[in-house]
């Protein structure tokens, strides 16, 4: 697969409201990490930072 191919196989469009989104998604070959922990991270890291805004609000 030629690296055009590999790039339009790997884009979409997504509209929200009056806005086009054009996505190209990418993979790094050389990463330990899998989709599951970068999702699980990213979500904890959200939660931490939602707990120090709530407790900044109640300070």
């Known amino acids: 697969m030629t690296d055009e191919e590999n ?3 790997n884009t979409f469009s997504k509209k929200i409201g009056k806005t086009n989104y054009k996505v190209t998604v990418h993979f790094s ?3 330990d990490e899998t989709i599951t922990d970068k ?3 990213l979500i904890q890291k ?3 930072d ?3 805004k709530k407790d900044e ?3």
């Open 39 to 41: 999702i699980n991270r």
């Open 7 to 9: 790039k339009a196989e």
């Open 50 to 52: 939602m707990s120090y």
């Open 29 to 31: 070959e050389t990463s």
């Open 46 to 48: 959200e939660c931490e």
């Open 57 to 59: 609000e109640i300070s």
